[in-house]
């Protein structure tokens, strides 16, 4: 069974940083696209930033745009979010995912079991 | 953007009954949606991909269909591990957005 598993979340003050990893194992980790999820507290998901296999080619919610970063290494089967300038609002349980992909159709098929991110003086 | 409007936010049903959610996206976003499950305290669940794809594992109860810009998941006879939350996601184009979810609770 896939395994995804989070870590680097905490308690930061605004402005900080922090970066969060995953570990993914059981499957070939350098052939899929792998995505960041994001879940405030009572709210409903949010996509953070998605990567692509090789890690060239990043897509970020407009609201992390210049601040986040999302990258890859996959001899490590490692998947990362550098969060920096961080802000109240993006406090929220943060969850990698690996995309599948079926017939040109995406969906976000394994998650994580997520790690707890609070921005908070 | 493409927003998903998502309906009913909070349903109250009986095991057995027959549940029908539904999602709207604000324009075509072809079959490109997904629906998934979520309880309390644990990571949103798989259900089905591509408007009306059955995730493989997922119970045959649950099924998802598409007409036009309105899409429904429907959970045919609804059993007691079935109360949870429920999201649609488009992924036709960035961002993936999710709808604001449907809440099913048991009457």
């Known amino acids: 069974e896939v395994q995804l598993v989070e870590s680097g979340g905490g308690l930061v003050h605004p402005g900080g940083s922090l970066r969060l990893s995953c570990a993914a194992s059981r499957f070939t980790f350098g052939s899929y696209w792998m995505s960041w999820v994001r879940q405030a507290p009572g709210k409903g998901p949010e996509w953070v930033a998605n990567i692509n296999q090789y890690g060239n080619e990043k897509y970020y919610v407009e609201s992390v745009k210049g601040r986040f970063t999302i990258s890859r290494d996959n001899a490590e089967n490692s998947l990362y979010l550098q969060m920096n300038s961080l802000r109240p609002e993006d406090t929220a349980i943060y969850y990698c995912?690996?995309?599948?992909?079926?017939?040109?159709?995406?969906?976000?098929?394994?998650w994580g079991q997520g790690a707890l991110v609070t921005v908070s003086s | 953007d493409i927003q998903l409007t998502q309906s009913p936010s909070f349903l109250s049903a009986s095991v057995g009954d027959r549940v029908i959610i539904t999602c709207r996206a604000s324009?075509?976003?072809?079959?490109?949606l997904a629906w998934y499950q979520q309880k309390p305290g644990k990571a949103p669940k798989l259900l089905i991909y591509a408007a009306s794809t059955l995730q493989s594992g997922v119970p045959s109860r649950f099924s998802g269909s598409e007409s036009g810009t309105e899409f429904t998941l429907t959970i045919s006879s609804l059993r007691p591990e079935d109360f949870a939350t429920y999201y649609c996601?488009?992924?036709?184009?960035?961002?993936?957005?999710f709808g604001g979810g449907t809440k099913v609770e048991i009457k």
């Open positions: 995912a690996r995309v599948g992909l079926f017939r040109g159709y995406s969906y976000f098929e394994y």
């Open positions: 324009q075509g976003i072809s079959s490109f």
């Open positions: 996601q488009q992924l036709n184009s960035y961002p993936p957005l």
